[in-house]
């Protein structure tokens, strides 16, 4: 296993710590295999999140975002306004920085959360 994957293994342990630690419980959706052609729920999903009141859908990446293009139009079709759709960024030596696709609009929630300083 190559240290990209590791690292990505890693980072999607972290998120899914981070948000049991706030109350959700996480699946884990992705496939893997080589002979899977979509390895994420949707393409776009890692992890769905749940608690009483709230579902998420969650991607989980390492320094850079993916292109939000595709999340603003899955959020325009299925938000209204819940479930919430957002994407996880870890950023080495800082913490968490969270996109929320939520109704439709991209909001950067530039808090880092659980990083080693």
Known sequence: M????RKGNRNQL???KS??????????VEQKGKFV????????????AINPSNIMFV???SNRPHTHKE??????KY???DPLIIQMVWVDRKGWKVFDY????????TFYKGGKK
Do not use: C, H, W
């Open 59 to 61: 991607q989980v990446t």
């Open 19 to 28: 948000l049991e630690e706030e109350g959700y419980e996480v699946a884990k």
């Open 71 to 76: 999340y603003l139009e899955f959020s325009k």
């Open 14 to 16: 972290k998120a899914i």
């Open 79 to 81: 938000t209204n306004p």
């Open 37 to 48: 052609p979509i390895k994420d729920m949707f393409g776009l999903f890692d992890l769905v």
């Open 102 to 109: 939520s109704n439709g609009k991209k909001n950067v929630k």
């Open 2 to 5: 190559g240290t990209t994957r």
